[in-house]
DNA sequence: TCTGGGGTCCTAGGACCC
DNA sequence: TCTGGGGTCCTAGGACCC
């Protein structure tokens, strides 16, 4: 039996969520996000407005818009509400990205019907939209690849199937830019070597591909073909995985352009705090720490250290990042409008450290974990710690934590 | 219309070790 | 005294995704 992937992609999340939650939003045009669109509802798109797009722009194409903040917090609940459902139907659900996911149906009685893939995504859509009140947009294929360029056609509500055989003319009627993982810079590139469409890129072949774009054109190769990238030598089955351990956490913010040292490392503390804090939820632990800046002016600069050993601890991740900012703001006296910080190369806690070790880690990490405790029970916002008392007063503060200028994406 | 907050993966030079 | 080659880690940055 052929492989068969479904891929789900929840239709205007944020926006949709606001209108859940406010039902006298119902059929008004709404975007979600500060600065540029996040999300807007199929009313906001009819006039106009597009994700990505800047607030002003979208205000001035459709002025009745509904501009709301959104809640990262209460958007999860619903993701993983969906993610339930869909799991339901079929054994393997991988969660991709804030709103859309891939289910494996490789197993199924239901592909044994003519048409019973795209009747198993019919259920699925119903329960999904019982479940949460959202609406959902379904492709399926033979690969992640294929599956998600179907859902493309099947938005809003939708479901498209590419049927085993059809593949090469699915891809066929669409152009290079289409495929996934070909952005601005590729399709530019494949432009000028007059490769419009995917029929064209197939004509190329696989070591010109290779030598052009290096890795990049190996998974060019194959996604003209239907297959995923990252396949290497040959094609493989496509991979759905319900747990993809994640190479990195990390928390960032714009704001009002400051140089003012005490604000920034102010927040600099605060986004580590939080991502130290998620860190030692998943039971992990970083080796490396770097620090993002972008200034007025649009540059940006980011810097990366590794720690001899690997930590959970925020103060010692926090020591790392503050000598890193520092030398960022001394490189360029520019207003900063933008700060991040990322803790990478992850490890598992345990098993980490020998036994000798482990024991003093215990002792000197019970301050964190005591902490964590706290703010589980009371609220992450009901402890402040060292540099992150500098935003009291310049932000608002409540039970969560700040309330930093992108609340439906920022945890 | 110069703009969000997450992420992933790749490249490439240099350090360092054997 | 000058010279090899391979592996791995570190570091900065770019492209891409939603």
Redesign the pocket.
Known sequence: MPPRILHL?IDGFLASVEQILDPALKGRPVAV????V??RSYEAKARGVE????M??AR?RCPELVVRDGD?QVVERFRQRVAEVLGDFVPVVEV?????MYGDLRGLVELRQPRGAVELAERIRSAVRQVTGLSVSQGIGSSRTLA?MATCHAKPGGILEVPVGEEMNFLDSHAV?D?????????E?LHALRLHKVSDLRRVERELLRQTF???GEDLFWRARGFDA?LGAEPREPEVAAT????????????EASDCRDFLFGMLAY?LDR?AT?LRGRELLA??V?LRLRFVD?M???????LTQASDRTDELQELARS?CLRLLDERRVLV??L?V?L??LLPRVGAQGELFAAEEERRGGLFAALDRVRGRHGFGKLVLGNANELLGRLPNGDQGFR???PS???
């Open positions: 992609d996000g500060s600065g540029v996040a999300s994700t990505a797009m800047s002003l722009e001035r990262a991709c990205s804030l709103d859309d998600r830019e495929l996934p993982g070909v952005g601005r810079r590729s399709a590139l290096g890795k990049r990252g993809v351990p994640s190479q990195s956490i990390s928390r960032e913010t714009s704001f986004l991502a998620e080796k490396r770097s649009g940006s600069r980011e810097q990366q250290r590794s890193l409008r933008l991040g990322s990478g190369t930093l200028r992108t994406l920022s945890k």
